[in-house]
């Protein structure tokens, strides 16, 4: 037995970096440290719905056929090469010198290319564009941080270690008391699991948080607001302007609930200007609560490369971006894309049915270790290798703080990287490509 330290989990945005492995040769058999959802990461690579081999699926068939590797690859910049508006989407769970090469193949392919943001928090992306973004790392919020708002979101389901490593518990270097140090609300219609545990809980009204952080700017200038603001009376909500107001360092963190509820961006244009506000009278700032281990890193290699963080269309050989029109579900709602390529994400569990009955008609390829609904309906399925188990590579964490997964075993044999497969692909679409221009 071996135990493999410092290991970062590849699963959501929190990117824990504190985890040990425990290997018997090339077997994980356990991990320490890791939550259970990411101690079923490491342990998926080893399940038994992972695909061993490439394969293929022939039109009106459920029944797929294996196939080799160069086969798959050749069929797959077949299609993107002599697509005319391709779509490319993912992104979310592999390593940022993956999405770098995606990047290039959307670019060269002219595709519309889109990573999880666009169903998750890409309105909180068009917020920070619209009114800027008073944001903060972990680090800072586990040694300053007093007050801790979880507003629409439930870190003991979806981030489980997030309270115990930055925010409510830590022993921080102003916060030595931990917990005794830190006040922590959390703002959901629900009594979650998460709010079960904080100091206070405020009950709002579902898809009423706009009006509710609406009123809590206009108290915390001292002017009047009516008696109830979307189920919350008028004490609670002056009392919570008051403690916000009183503290040393509040940190906002905000999910799904704002996001991708009534109002979306709008919810968190008005939730960063609560934030701006308060500093005239504390500390404060906010951090979304990003989901997948590496959406940021995609969010950040599309923008170095190109300027926009998600819903990129190169249709016209020039970067362009306009979420409503150039996301994900737009283009297949629309059914404007004539070939599709999924990587590192599911959204045939996740996408509204009728983008996926779309999906199901045309040319797709899908790059996943395991079988999914997304597999299940792809034309081409090309198995690759687990970053932050099988592989190295780079991830950004929700505070966009660059960390390096590392590889604890080898990956089955014969199986290849994202990058690689896209690499091979890219490769081969430029060669395509070239012939067409000289015929
Ligand atoms: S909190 Fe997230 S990153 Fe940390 S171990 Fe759990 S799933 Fe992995």
């Not at 037995?1 to 356990?30: A, E, H, Q, S, Y």
């Not at 101690?39 to 068939?61: T, V, Y």
């Not at 995609?298 to 979420?323: A, C, I, K, L, T």
């Amino acid at each position: 037995m071996k135990v493999v330290t410092d290991v970062v989990c590849p699963f959501c945005g929190t990117l824990c970096d504190d985890i040990k492995v425990i290997m018997d040769g090339n077997r994980i058999v356990d991990t320490l440290n890791a939550c259970v959802i990411g101690n079923e990461k490491f342990k998926s690579a080893q399940a038994g719905h992972r695909i061993l081999a490439p394969m293929e699926r022939e039109d009106n068939s459920a029944e797929f056929a294996p196939v080799s590797y160069d086969y798959a690859i050749e069929r797959a910049a077949q299609i993107l090469a002599n697509a005319r508006r391709p779509l490319m989407y993912g992104w979310s769970s592999t390593s940022c010198e993956a999405q770098a090469v995606g990047n290039e193949l959307a670019e060269v392919c002219g595709a519309v290319t889109d990573n999880t943001a666009s169903v998750c928090h890409g309105p909180s992306v068009m917020a920070i564009q619209t009114v800027g973004a008073p944001c903060c790392t972990l680090g800072e919020v586990k040694n300053r941080a007093d007050l801790i708002i979880y507003w629409g979101c439930n870190p003991v389901h979806a981030h489980p270690r997030h309270m115990s490593r930055y925010t409510t518990y830590p022993r921080g270097f102003f916060t030595e008391r931990g917990f005794k140090d830190r006040t922590m609300v959390v703002v959901d219609p629900r009594p979650t699991d998460t709010a079960k545990q904080a100091d206070i809980h405020v009950q709002v009204e579902q898809g009423k948080d706009y009006e509710l952080l609406d009123a809590l700017r206009t108290v915390i200038r001292g002017e009047d607001i009516p008696d109830v603001v979307g189920g919350v009376k008028k004490e609670d909500i002056k009392a919570l302007g008051d403690l916000c107001k009183s503290r040393k360092f509040g940190v906002l963190f905000f999910g799904m609930g704002v996001t991708q509820s009534i109002g979306k961006h709008r919810n968190i244009d008005i939730a960063i200007s609560f934030v701006a506000d308060m500093n005239k009278y504390t500390k404060f700032t906010l951090v979304a609560m990003r989901g997948h281990y590496n959406v940021t890193g995609s969010g950040q290699v599309m923008s170095w490369q190109s300027g926009f963080p998600f819903s990129m269309d190169f249709s016209r050989g020039y970067p362009r971006y306009n979420p409503g029109e150039t996301a994900a579900n737009d283009i297949l709602q629309r059914q404007e894309c004539d070939a599709a390529l999924v990587i590192a994400s599911d959204p045939g569990a996740h996408f509204p049915v009728s983008s996926m009955k779309y999906y199901a008609q045309i040319p797709t390829i899908c790059i996943d270790p395991h079988e999914t609904p997304t597999t299940g309906i792809s034309k081409i399925v090309i198995p690759s290798t687990i970053v932050g188990v099988e592989e190295e590579g780079n991830a950004y964490r929700m505070d966009n703080v660059p960390i390096r997964c590392r590889k604890v075993c080898d990956a089955p044999e014969g199986i290849l990287s994202d990058k690689e497969i896209l690499e091979r692909i890219l490769a081969r679409v430029k060669e395509i490509k070239a012939e067409k221009k000289g015929q």
